[in-house]
């Protein structure tokens, strides 16, 4: 049975701080409501929360229990604010104060690593480093210059876990060697599979209910100075119940069984699953939320209207991304079932002309039917059926 390991107070001050990120990035695309708008916000976003990531692994091996640590971390979260500060220009003039702020966030995290870990960090510290160094110079750039630049910091955030796994697996680089003189039984391999589960699952849970707060404060800012009719009333209603239906699906049907998965994997195997789950699989759940925040803040004060293609696209799509992001969630850790959400995410698209051709109260309702209806599918399931396991059990080699 593993220690507990639970998530400190600085963290969460650390994640809220982040979370303001995705404030700036549903502010972003409610503005620009248009493919390169939506482009941009999968960018940042996707720069931004693979850098989260590393912090949220590097606490889970590195507690923020001494006063360097702590001051350090601090640092970090100064440096996401820069970042999110620059959001809503950083394809424009806030480009280089964002790859600033976003190069001081991995300097940090390096540094962090290093002193626990020795030099085996530098085979992801180092392509961090010329990920920020790709996004600061995007800054310098308009047009496709900026973007090819900004596509680059993905090719190499998605190339370095390939590489550090394949160090790690090697075991006999000289990397890892100089790692292990410096602290002994510390090697990259090490580094990688050394992550308490239930700190795992519980940092990633809460960060996921602070951005679905963003959709609740959508719901306010949509509002406005607008005077609280029965209508906005109910339509305020409706979003909330769109958002607790997404948020019950995680939180009640998927996190606690996540967290058994983690506890049955062979620690050596934990990176690579936490890669899927809680990286390429929670990108899009993240999305989702912001995407759908972002819908309800164009319709809240029109429910009764014909919605632009926009607003109902954001809304749909919102939700759409979000069951498709948890579908891949469930299908990395082997928990299901899957039907429900996968048919669920079909109507959910095909809400979109509802919203249009009717009006933004009658999408929202269509929306809140088809997530309470793939519930009350699976409520009449155990919720532990016998796929649960099967992911641990296929990263465990039996």
């Known amino acids: 049975m593993e220690s507990e390991h639970r998530v400190?107070?600085?963290?969460?001050?650390?994640?809220?701080?982040?979370?303001?990120?995705?404030?700036?990035?549903?502010?972003?695309?409610?503005?620009?409501?248009?493919?390169?708008?939506?482009?941009?916000?999968?960018?940042?976003?996707?720069?931004?929360?693979?850098?989260?990531?590393?912090y949220a692994h590097l606490t889970n091996q590195?507690?923020?229990?001494?006063?360097?640590?702590?001051?350090?971390?601090?640092?970090?979260?100064?440096?996401?604010?820069?970042?999110?500060?620059?959001?809503?220009?950083?394809?424009?003039?806030?480009?280089?104060?964002?790859?600033?702020g976003y190069l001081l966030a991995v300097l940090v995290h390096s540094a962090l690593y290093t002193q626990a870990h020795g030099r085996g960090v530098l085979w992801f510290a180092l392509p961090n480093a010329l990920c920020a160094l790709s996004v600061t110079a995007a800054g310098f750039f308009d047009g496709a210059p900026a973007w090819g630049l900004w596509l680059l910091a993905l090719l190499l955030q998605f190339a370095t876990p390939?590489?550090?796994?394949?160090?790690?697996?090697?075991?006999?680089?000289?990397?890892?060697?100089?790692?292990?003189?410096?602290?002994?039984?510390?090697?990259?391999?090490d580094q990688l599979g050394g992550m308490n589960a239930a700190h795992l699952v519980e940092r990633h849970g809460l960060l996921l209910i602070i951005v679905f707060g963003e959709s609740v404060i959508a719901i306010g800012i949509g509002v406005g100075s607008l005077p609280l009719s029965p209508g906005i009333a109910g339509g305020a209603f409706l979003a909330l119940a769109v958002a607790s239906a997404m948020w019950w699906m995680y939180f009640v049907r998927d996190e606690g069984r996540a967290e058994r998965v983690f506890e049955r994997t062979p620690p050596e195997r934990r990176f690579k699953l936490a890669m899927v789950a809680y990286y390429y699989a929670f990108l899009p759940m993240l999305l989702g939320i912001a995407v759908f925040a972002a819908g309800v803040k164009k319709t809240i004060g029109h429910l009764g209207e014909h919605l632009h293609t926009g607003p109902a696209v954001a809304l749909a799509g919102g939700v759409a991304l979000f069951l498709a992001g948890d579908l891949a969630f469930r299908a990395a850790l082997g928990i299901g079932p899957a039907r429900y959400r996968a048919a669920a995410l079909v109507l959910a698209l095909a809400t979109v002309?509802?919203?249009?051709?009717?009006?933004?109260?009658?999408?929202?309702?269509?929306?809140?039917?088809?997530?309470?209806?793939?519930?009350?599918?699976?409520?009449?399931?155990?919720?532990a059926g016998p796929a649960e396991g099967a992911a641990a059990e296929a990263v465990t080699g039996s």
């Open 162 to 189: 390939v590489v550090v796994q394949r160090v790690a697996a090697s075991g006999s680089t000289e990397a890892e060697a100089e790692a292990e003189t410096e602290a002994p039984g510390q090697t990259v391999g």
């Open 62 to 100: 590195v507690p923020p229990d001494r006063t360097v640590r702590r001051v350090l971390l601090m640092l970090a979260m100064g440096a996401f604010l820069v970042c999110a500060l620059a959001v809503p220009t950083a394809f424009g003039a806030g480009g280089v104060a964002f790859g600033l």
């Open 353 to 383: 002309p509802v919203g249009m051709g009717w009006a933004g109260a009658g999408q929202l309702v269509a929306l809140a039917f088809v997530l309470v209806g793939a519930l009350a599918a699976e409520g009449a399931r155990s919720p």
């Open 8 to 54: 400190s107070t600085l963290e969460l001050f650390f994640d809220l701080v982040f979370v303001f990120t995705i404030t700036q990035l549903t502010v972003l695309l409610a503005d620009d409501l248009t493919l390169r708008g939506a482009g941009q916000v999968v960018l940042i976003f996707t720069v931004l929360f693979w850098m989260y990531g590393g």
